[in-house]
């Protein structure tokens, strides 16, 4: 600097000769970044991370070195095709420098290092508030409301909140730890890592993370709409991109972001395993993926299994992990639904009766749910209800009601969150009230509504005959109306008006007579006159045999040419007596392995010939050509439908697929 002074007072040049010395001594690179500098905004975020680095001075050298890199290497981009002299000016250079495109998107490469770098330092920090198990009951009040809330997985750490604003405190004490105040968020479900210290927000822009603790902005993934999981035995992050709703993996670590390879397209949701593994998952696919660091300091993403589901797909939220690991539970259709990690077997109880909604883990058998029909009588009831999937079981979850407010899984934990207006509702242990069995509540329901459909229909056919009575004794026009008519036009009138009380009176006949089939059809689907539950048309059912179905279109092996293709049926050991409904459009022949468990009767409906082989002694009686392997479909009720009729029971389980080769029946 002393020489390039000297030179300048030397030479007694003006200040812009000053510039052109200077600028001789100075690299292109630099050049480039004087020229045009990175944003405030990117300058005050690097600051910030040196900030927390002040207590590392290792560290702090290492972050500094490679931001002067990225910087080089974005001087570099976005100058290639430039020609910059050795004695030009800032000034010059600027004007030369016209590729905005490329220095912004440089900028975002910057941004989002530095970005990761902030993330690095807070996931791999302990949990903000240490893990502990939730009390029986805790309520957290919410004096500004909860629209959006998330519990962190391994740390007593809620975030609650919408619109500007979103409140963090521990639980279940509710102390306050900080609040986050943003601009314009997104009604999209909030993000948690695992620790508690970083929150992600969606934004119109973007996903937004924040430090929890502080509520100071971290960085802005604008390309970025939402986080599928969070990794941090590995420094990582699987984002979803805006655009695309491909899924992106951040490593935090390194600064870097390349696709993700989860074996679903569009993957929308993702749980953590016992193991450690995550199932990533959409509609009617997952798949079991793992995570490591490999040789040269990335992240190496293994998948290990992959699992249809079906038509027993996951149609919103996330599943949840019971069973210790063992099965992956959601709700498909108001039905509640689970796939067999070990078997890749997708079971399906019928529960849609009872109105099944969002669902809460309150042990490794047992679900929380809200639903409007589960009572005795199959009326709305006031209480929430438990479901034991095991013993297939419901009861009455005691001091635990509908109105305390929303029900929400308390994400991954063994517990149930309640978000109402009174606040926020942590609970975990619940005892239920008269445990009544599952198969028996929906028969229960169905029959009631189907009493309200033959009412109904009487109803009709008895409207329908009062309107037909009443027509028929219509009187035809009076003398008054007549008086000034000529005896032909009195006789056209008289004619007129017996045609019209003689059509309507038809109509409403007709009407009449399509009420009374409809009763008849109500009738012929279990219930006899009067309302009364007609008895089944096969006898000797035990009343404690549960109806489990098996549906295909046909055999994985099907030969073709009218030949049946096999389909093998396993059968789990337990107590209840079985029910088997088995269904197919093509010729199959159903190989039956009973495991010694007892087999109440096998009824077949099918397209096409099916037959039964090792059931014996149970009774095989065909029921119907109606075929069904999909659930919620038309030829599904029709099918149900007559198996109530054989054995006035509804079907307890459900499994199907366009193709079959073996199934296990628990």
């Not at 079985?578 to 392995?593: A, C, F, G, K, R």
Request: with cysteine.
């Amino acid at each position: 600097m002393f020489y390039r002074l000297a030179a300048c007072a030397l030479l007694l040049v003006p200040l812009s000769g000053c510039d052109v010395v200077s600028a001789a001594f100075t690299s292109t690179p630099q050049k480039v970044n004087n020229a045009a500098p990175v944003s405030a905004e990117t300058e005050t975020a690097f600051n910030r991370l040196l900030a927390t680095l002040e207590g590392d001075s290792a560290a702090k050298k290492s972050v500094e070195t490679q931001f002067d890199q990225l910087l080089k290497a974005r001087a570099f981009s976005c100058s290639a095709l430039v020609q910059i002299g050795r004695f030009d000016t800032p000034k010059q250079v600027k004007a030369k420098l016209t590729d905005k495109e490329c220095f912004a998107a440089q900028e975002g490469v910057i941004q989002e290092w530095i970005g990761a770098r902030r993330l690095a330092l807070l996931i791999q920090a302990p949990p903000l508030a240490p893990l502990a198990a939730l009390p029986p009951r805790a309520l957290i009040a919410t004096p500004e409301g909860a629209s959006q809330l998330v519990l962190a997985d391994d740390a007593n750490v809620l975030v609650f909140g919408g619109g500007e604003k979103f409140t963090a405190v521990q639980v279940p004490d509710g102390k306050r730890i900080g609040e986050i105040k943003v601009a314009g968020s997104q009604p999209r479900p909030l993000s948690l890592s695992p620790n508690g210290r970083i929150v992600a927000i969606a934004f119109a822009n973007g996903l937004r993370f924040h430090d929890v603790a502080t509520g100071e902005p971290l960085w802005t993934a604008s390309k970025y709409a939402s986080v599928l999981t969070w990794l941090p035995e590995v420094d990582g992050v699987v984002l979803m991109q805006s655009n695309t709703g491909a899924p992106f993996l951040l490593d935090i670590r390194q600064g870097k972001v390349e696709p993700y390879a989860s074996m679903t397209t569009r993957p929308t949701w993702a749980v953590t395993m016992p193991q450690g593994q995550r199932v990533v998952g959409a509609y009617q696919t997952a798949a079991l993926i793992g995570h490591a660091r490999n040789a040269v300091g990335g992240i190496a993403v293994t998948p290990i299994k992959q699992w249809s589901l079906g038509n027993v797909s996951v149609q919103s939220g996330t599943p949840l992990v019971m069973g210790g690991g063992k099965k992956l539970v959601y709700v498909s259709g108001q039905n509640v639904s689970w796939l067999d990690t070990d078997s890749g077997q997708v079971t399906s109880l019928q529960t849609a009766m009872l109105n099944v909604r969002s669902i809460a883990k309150t042990s490794e058998s047992t679900l929380m749910f809200d639903g409007n029909s589960y009572g005795a009588s199959g009326e709305s009831q006031d209480h929430s209800a438990l479901l034991d999937i095991d013993r297939q079981e419901l009861s009455t979850a005691r001091d635990v009601r509908q109105a305390d407010g929303l029900l929400m899984a308390s994400s991954q934990r063994t517990g149930f969150i309640k978000r109402g207006n009174g606040g926020i509702l942590l609970g975990t242990t619940v005892e239920g009230d008269n445990p009544q069995s599952l198969e028996g509540l929906i028969a229960q329901a169905d029959l009631t509504k189907q009493l309200r459909k033959l009412e109904d229909a009487k109803r009709e056919e008895e409207l329908a005959l009062a309107r037909a009575r009443i027509e028929m004794t219509r009187p035809g026009p009076t003398a008054a109306a007549t008086a000034n008519m000529t005896p032909a036009e009195a006789a056209r009138a008289r004619h007129l008006s017996m045609s019209q009380a003689r059509g309507a009176a038809e109509q409403a006949a007709a009407f009449a007579q399509q009420a009374a089939e409809r009763a008849r059809v109500v009738q012929a689907a279990g219930l006899a006159p009067g309302g009364a539950a007609a008895g089944p048309i096969l006898a000797g059912v035990p009343a404690n045999a549960k109806v489990a179905f098996v549906g295909v279109y046909e055999a994985v092996n099907t030969p073709g040419g009218g030949r049946a293709g096999n389909v093998r049926v396993n059968i789990a050991p337990g107590s209840e007596p079985l029910v088997l409904v088995l269904s197919n459009y093509e010729p199959v022949t159903w190989t039956i392995n009973t495991g010694g468990r007892k087999i109440a009767a096998v009824l077949l409906s099918s397209y096409n010939p099916a037959t039964v082989v090792g059931a014996e002694p149970a009774q095989v009686m065909r029921i119907g050509s109606n075929h069904a392997y999909k659930l919620d479909s038309e030829d599904y009720a029709k099918v149900q439908r007559d198996v109530t009729r054989y054995v006035g029971k509804p079907v307890s389980s459900f499994q199907g697929g366009y193709r079959g080769q073996e199934f296990t029946v628990r």
